[in-house]
C-alpha cells in the first residue's frame, strides 16, 4: 500500500510538471522536479550492535521530494526566487548506523506522511565590471541572460549552503548523480544546516575571469541536527570561504576550488565527554557536556576535469578537527573521494550518463576512543568499536526513458560501516526516478 502511495504522489505530479514554462525573454521562470529512491539491503554479518547501529537485518527504504522553483527578475540584476517543497520517506535504520548515508535524499525528520515546506526564498543580485559578456543557461534556480564575465554577486536568504559551494560538474545533486553523503559533497563538511538540509544566511561571490572568490555566514541549528535555527548569527554561525580556478588541462577545461570552513555553535568535545566518564566510572555521553560555545574548523579540496568529449573525473578531500560533535551533517572527521562520469553519446543515448567512484571516510583519534568506550554520537555507536575506515564504492548507470524523466540503477558496496571492522561489509541496492520540467 505504502508503494502504491508513493507511486499515486510521483504519477499526480507530472501533468502539473509538463504545464511548466520556460519564457524566452527570461523575465521569470517556473521550473520543477520529482525525485523517488528505492533503496533496499540484505541482512549483512556483524559480531553485535548498539543503539545507534545499522540493523543488520534485511532492509527497505524510500524517499520521496518534489520542488517547484519559481524566479523572478524584479529589476536591472536582480533576481528573487521561492522553492516550495514537499517530502516523505523512511530511512535505513533510521537514519542510523554510516557515516557516509547511501541516500542524500532523505533526512532524519522524514516521515511517511507528506510534508510541505519552504525550502529557499532567496535574492541575488548582481553587479558586472566589464571585462566581456557570458551567457547564462536557464535551469533551477538561475534565470536565462548575460553577465559581466568579472562581476560581484550576493546572495542572501533561505538556502543551501551547498547550492554556492563545493559545486562539481560530475558530482553534486543526488538527484541526478551520486546518491551517498560522502561523495555528493566533501565528507568532512559539517556545513550549517537545519536537519533538511537549509538555512539562512548571506554570501558574497566575485568573478573576474576564470577565478571566483566566495564568503558567507549561515545559521546553525540551535540543536545538532534539529529543524530549528538559531538567529542568533553572530554568535552562533557557520562561516565558509572558497577559491575557485578555471583551468584547460592538455586542451580540456576543470576546475580546481579549496574551501575552508569555521563553525561557532554550543557543541560538546569528547575530550570533555571522556574526561567526565574517568570522573564518573560511567560511558561518555556527549549530551553531558553541551554547555559552551565551541569553534570547529576545516577545509577541503575539490577537483573537476574533463578528460574526452562527454567524461569528466572528479575528486575531493577533505578535514575537520574532529575535536567536537558532528552538528550538521555527517558523522566524517575526514574523507577523500573520486570517480567518473560518462556520458551516453558514445553508445548513442545522449541522454545517460554512468558514473563510478570509491570514498574513504576516517574519524580523529578522540572520536575513535568515545565511540569505542561505548559513546553514541548522533549518527552512530554500535557500544564498542573494532576501528577501520570506512569504504565506500557507488556506481550508477542513468537512462533518459523520456524527456525530463529518467531512471537510475545504483549499487553501493561499504566496508566497515560506521568505521567498525565487526560489521559488514554492506551492500544497497537503488532504483530511482527523476522528472524535471
Same mark, same amino acid.
Given at each position: ?96 548506523? /554510516? ?57 542572501? =536568504? ?70 530549528? /535555527? ?11 570561504? #572558497?577559491? #575557485? ?79 567536537? #560533535? ?24 545522449? =541522454? ?16 575513535? #576512543? ?38 537510475? /540503477? ?28
Amino acid at each position: 500500500m505504502r508503494g502504491l502511495k508513493e507511486a499515486a504522489l510521483l504519477a499526480a505530479l507530472l501533468p502539473c510538471v509538463a504545464l511548466a514554462q520556460s519564457p524566452d525573454d527570461a523575465g521569470g521562470d517556473a521550473r520543477f522536479q520529482a525525485t523517488y529512491v528505492r533503496q533496499q539491503k540484505p541482512s549483512f554479518p556483524a559480531a553485535y550492535s548498539g543503539e545507534r547501529s545499522l540493523s543488520a537485518s534485511r532492509e527497505k527504504s524510500y524517499s520521496f521530494t518534489a520542488t517547484a522553483f519559481l524566479g523572478m527578475r524584479p529589476w536591472t540584476g536582480g533576481e528573487l526566487y521561492f522553492n516550495p517543497e514537499v517530502a516523505l520517506g523512511v530511512p535505513l535504520s533510521d537514519l542510523a548506523g /554510516l557515516g557516509g548515508f547511501t541516500n542524500g535524499e532523505i533526512a532524519r525528520v522524514s516521515g511517511r506522511d507528506p510534508t510541505f515546506y519552504r525550502a529557499r526564498m532567496f535574492l541575488r543580485q548582481t553587479w558586472g565590471f566589464g571585462g566581456g559578456r557570458e551567457s547564462l543557461e536557464p535551469e533551477a534556480n538561475q534565470l536565462a541572460g548575460e553577465v559581466d564575465k568579472r562581476r560581484l554577486v550576493l546572495t542572501a =536568504g533561505n538556502l543551501s549552503v551547498l547550492d554556492l559551494f563545493d559545486d562539481n560538474t560530475y558530482n553534486h545533486d543526488p538527484r541526478t548523480q551520486f546518491l551517498n553523503w560522502s561523495l555528493y559533497t566533501h565528507g568532512a563538511y559539517d556545513f550549517a544546516a537545519d536537519a533538511r538540509g537549509y538555512t539562512w544566511g548571506a554570501a558574497l561571490e566575485y568573478f573576474y575571469d576564470g577565478w571566483a572568490i566566495r564568503a558567507g555566514r549561515f545559521l546553525q541549528p540551535k540543536e545538532p541536527n534539529q529543524l530549528a /535555527l538559531d538567529s542568533r548569527i553572530f554568535k552562533h554561525y557557520g562561516d565558509q570561504a #572558497e577559491i #575557485e580556478h578555471g583551468h584547460s588541462l592538455a586542451g580540456r577545461p576543470g576546475k580546481i576550488r579549496f574551501l575552508v570552513f569555521r563553525n561557532v555553535a554550543k557543541m560538546s568535545r569528547y575530550s570533555d565527554a571522556l574526561n567526565l566518564a574517568d570522573q564518573n566510572a560511567t560511558i561518555p555521553d556527549i549530551n553531558a557536556v553541551r554547555s559552551n560555545e565551541q569553534v570547529k574548523r576545516g577545509f577541503g579540496i575539490n577537483v573537476e576535469q574533463e578528460i574526452a568529449p562527454d567524461t569528466g573525473l572528479f575528486a575531493r578531500a577533505s578535514w575537520a578537527d574532529g575535536r567536537t #560533535e558532528t552538528y550538521a551533517f555527517a558523522e566524517i572527521d575526514r574523507s577523500v573521494s573520486g570517480g567518473i562520469q560518462v556520458k551516453g553519446r558514445a553508445w548513442g543515448r545522449s =541522454g545517460d550518463a554512468f558514473g563510478f567512484a570509491l570514498a574513504r571516510n576516517v574519524l580523529s583519534r578522540e572520536h575513535r #576512543e568515545y565511540l569505542a568506550r561505548g559513546g553514541l554520537g548522533f549518527f552512530i555507536g554500535d557500544g564498542r568499536l573494532n576501528y577501520r575506515p570506512e569504504a565506500i564504492l557507488e556506481t550508477y548507470y542513468s537512462a533518459e526513458v523520456a524527456r525530463g524523466f529518467a531512471v537510475s /540503477l545504483d549499487f553501493q558496496r561499504i566496508a566497515n560501516p560506521a568505521y567498525n571492522a565487526d560489521r559488514g561489509p554492506v551492500n544497497v541496492a537503488t532504483v530511482r526516478l527523476h522528472a524535471e520540467f
